[in-house]
């Protein structure tokens, strides 16, 4: 864990992805006035992108999307729906590109400070005692109860049936993100839960593990040789492309095992609401997950035990 505190004012922060603050957090304080300064001179002004879009309307190219500004004018606003529509949104948009603009002033100051963080596979990123970032995780609170707040043993009510948490992994990555996965039980079913927070946005997905081998009998070769699975993968009627890999360490909290280095592909279907997850840890050390996306006001009674 780093020593270094954030000097980046709360009313920036609050608008910053996740995944920027806490790579922030790990530079010092002259990388942060430096992001600080970049970020202010790029990031986008909502009340601008409106006289934009009354005067001329030309508020995607302050937004940066060329191709779509001209689509725009070609189609005169979607014959007034689109300029109608983009009135509500405005804010929005402004929100979607100022996070882009967030992750590359984070790029340049990390290059210029020479602080990228380096793949695990290259044995760059463990450090000698590998502790697990503070995630800043809401305490529980019984008024307005958060499947966030979620810890090991606590019950919670998903899909009418009521599940507790008996595994809970941590997932640190390279790129400054984090994950919590929870191994959820009901009886005899069991269920996985991994929960990430991005900015305002907290993405859920529940599903199941399943067998490497059921999926591909030669995915681990492949890692093994090439260093990634197969760019497409079919699963019963979904066609899955692979879309992420992350680099970090698996910090177990339900057994105390010690920290292991992991690497993890995510494939998507075409919807994004389906997604794969292969797992390495070590050579021949793999899992799989098979999950959907899920909303957090679909978890209720979230209950500590004992």
Request: glycine residues 6%; aromatic residues 14%; proline residues 5%.
């Amino acid at each position: 864990m780093s020593n270094n505190t954030s000097i980046i004012p709360y009313y920036v922060e609050k608008d910053l992805p996740f995944a920027v603050t806490a790579q922030l957090a790990e530079l010092p304080e002259e990388a942060q006035r430096e992001f600080l300064i970049e970020y202010r001179r790029k990031a986008k002004n909502v009340v601008l992108a409106y006289v934009l879009h009354f005067l001329l309307p030309a508020h995607y190219i302050y937004l940066d999307k060329f191709i779509t500004q001209l689509l725009f004018w070609f189609t005169f606003g979607g014959f007034g729906i689109w300029w109608l529509v983009d009135l509500f949104r405005m804010p929005s948009l402004v929100q979607e590109r100022n996070k882009a603009i967030a992750d590359e002033c984070l790029r340049y100051v990390m290059h210029r400070f020479k602080a990228e963080a380096r793949p695990a596979a290259k044995g760059n990123y463990m450090p000698n005692t590998p502790q697990p970032r503070q995630l800043g995780i809401p305490q529980y609170d019984p008024m307005r109860p958060s499947v966030e707040s979620l810890q090991l043993s606590y019950l919670v009510d998903y899909n009418f049936k009521t599940w507790q948490a008996v595994g809970e992994i941590q997932y640190d990555w390279t790129n400054g993100g984090s994950e919590r996965e929870f191994r959820l039980a009901s009886g005899s079913d069991v269920m996985v839960l991994t929960l990430k927070r991005e900015g305002m946005y907290l993405n859920c997905y529940v599903g199941n593990l399943v067998n490497l081998y059921s999926i591909d009998q030669t995915i681990d070769a492949q890692i093994n040789q090439y260093g990634n699975p197969p760019a497409q993968i079919s699963q019963g009627d979904f066609t899955l492309y692979r879309d992420n890999r992350f680099d970090g360490i698996a910090f177990d909290k339900s057994t105390g095992a010690s920290p292991a280095k992991v690497i993890v592909w995510d494939y998507y279907d075409n919807t994004r609401k389906i997604r794969l997850r292969i797992e390495q840890s070590g050579k021949q050390q793999f899992k799989a997950a098979l999950a959907q996306a899920a909303n957090e006001i679909d978890f209720s009674d979230i209950l500590p035990m004992g």
